[in-house]
DNA sequence: AATTTAATTTGTCATTCGATAAATAAGCAA
DNA sequence: TTGCTTATTTATCGAATGACAAATTAAATT
């Protein structure tokens, strides 16, 4: 159980936290706080939480508003994986496997207590990091999803509709809003969350492709 | 331009409201208020709104929550139309025109800024009548969609299963969530409500024939 | 061990919060 | 008008809030 704390010749062991460690401590923990009580919540709240003085925080976050921000940024955009993009255009697979195999990832990485309850806090503040952030959906999750659903469908490759833009929006809505159901809401009834996105991907194939297939519809 | 007070020989015009129609302007206010502010703002705000000092809300309610609670009642309860599970239910129209005109008219309910936005709030809160709203929408709208489908479909009536109730609820999340997009993220691409809808609705019953169709899945 | 540096706490501030009591103003009935 | 009732404001309480300065403790360095 014990171990030596320190090997010879070597730097002793720290006993402390570097400072950034300690700092990154600190957000992991604000992230949960403010998950579950709200960016209203008090800084002495977070600092119980922490087990120090409400103080102490000042010498790690020059305001309350600047840990939020930092808040944000580790949910949004250190959790972002760059290689969900390439998934979906690897097509050297059928596209409903891709969405599979992407929508069963993206949703490991985002369907979590914290990570939900903040997107749904944040949203209704109208940061601008959330409508950052719902750009980055549309551009590199929902329009690569169209140009491979044209390509795949045999269709000339334009760029996609506004309203069909919107269509994929409603199948990742509303996988995104079983996640809610799950999570915050507590009111998802089956958890069987690969069934779930399967059968969504289903329904979004088979109308994606009669949507495609009415040029005559703007 | 002015009108006389009061007819002869009638009662005089009250130059105020009544108490109880005081108390639901109020009511109504506070609506707007909490919605855009959230239930964490103060009783000092929602008065200035009103034009009045704070102190004077005490008057129509005995606190805060009990205030918030008369809020919730107006948005969640009052504004629940009972036709609604009819309209469903009208068999000698076919399945997806009941559907078109049902998220049609339930969108016109729901999607204004200030009812989203306090289901959102109020769900974040966890408060039980966010949990019974959502079984409302289940017994009254999504099983009853699943009885119908399978009438539609000539299956036998059996009650619906859980992963078929999940799969009615990710196609209505979808368009709720297109609500949510419009009226709080501001980021909806399209405003053409109804294609939104009637496309949902197409990749919808395609999904569900299959669905329904595997009997050997669980 | 002595000294320096960084981490943490104690104490406190001005402001804001929900709520109450008492004083005032406004409407109504006689 | 006069008196009564209700509506509204003024003044205030105690608790909680974000933030700051100074004192204290603990670790690291010499």
Partial sequence: MTQPDTAPNEPPKPKRLSSEARRQDFINQAIEFFAEEGFESSTRGLAKKLGVTQPLLYRY??????????????????????????????????LADR????YNVYTNAIFNREWMRIFLFSGLKG???????MQLVRQRILEPILIEARVEFGLPDI????????????????????GVRDLIYESAISTDKERVIA?????????????????YQT
């Fill in 61 to 94: 976050f020059p305001s309350k508003s600047d840990l939020i921000s930092e808040v944000y940024d580790a949910v949004y955009v250190k959790r972002w994986q760059p290689e969900w993009e390439p998934l979906l255009r690897d097509r050297s697979r059928p």
């Fill in 99 to 102: 969405l599979n195999t992407f």
């Fill in 127 to 133: 940061v601008d990091i959330n409508r950052r952030y």
């Fill in 159 to 178: 760029p996609p509709k506004d309203c069909e833009v919107e269509f994929v929006w409603v199948m990742h809505g509303g996988i995104f809003y079983y």
């Fill in 199 to 215: 059968d969504a991907i289903t329904a979004f194939m088979a109308g994606l492709e009669i949507k495609l297939n009415r040029p």
